[in-house]
């Protein structure tokens, strides 16, 4: 475990010697790479022993063992030096790469680290989506599920309230007007209508039904009471006579 995560911690650190930065060059960046405060320098490498013996990097292809290369250079801002096992002169095994930008040290991550952090940012943005959309659920036995949304509620009480249209009248409320204004037509008919817009009215000619007088009227009442006859009785028998008994 403790390996792990000093590899973590390597993946998440930098290291920079500012007093080095203005005269780097190919020659001397495996120098800079191996300074005693650099926490990316492996100390039990070949390129140490072979410092403390005053030779050329030429005599690390004749040994075995863990060692530093440059890789690549691109002056004056990038230089790439690979960590590597060494088990023969043409045979390595690539352990790790750390890139130089402007003097300061990064260690590449691996494929793995690459996918495993790009995993778990998406699982961590999926599962903060989730734990929000939950927080908006609502749920009542009576009304079941619904999203109650605060911004929303925000968005409407920001806005400016509108008057509210008034809706057109109902299909029975137009044919009840309807039929008052036919009726009162027909009670009271217009004296007066205009053919066209702009010209002179004409009076309309209404017929009159010959009214009925009063006396008339009592008098047809009186005649059909006088025409029925009066219902007569039924004839009933005498009542019969019983002797006393004595």
Known sequence: MAAVDLRDNLLGISWVDSGWVPILNPGNVLDYFSERSNPFYDRTCNNEMVK???????????MVG????????????????RKQQR??????????????IAGVVYQAPDLGSVIGSRVLSAVHGIQSAFDEAMSYCRYHPSKGYWWHFKDQEEREK?????????????????????ALLVDLRQKFPPAFYQPKPGEK???????????????????????????TPAPTPPNKAPPEKRARLQ
Not at 87 to 100: E, F, G, N, R, W
Not at 202 to 213: L, N
């Open 52 to 62: 403390m013996q005053r030779l050329s990097l030429d005599h690390l292809n004749q």
């Open 66 to 81: 863990v060692e530093y290369i440059l890789l690549h250079a691109q002056e004056p801002i990038l230089y790439i030096i």
């Open 87 to 100: 088990q023969s002169p043409t045979q390595v095994t690539p352990l790790s790469d750390y890139y130089i």
């Open 158 to 178: 920001a806005k400016p309230k509108s008057k509210k249209k008034e809706e057109p009248s109902s299909l029975f409320q137009r044919q009840r007007v309807d």
């Open 201 to 227: 009215p004409i009076p309309v000619e209404v017929k009159k039904e010959p009214e009925t007088s009063t006396e008339a009227i009592r008098q047809e009442e009186r005649e059909p009471a006088a025409k």
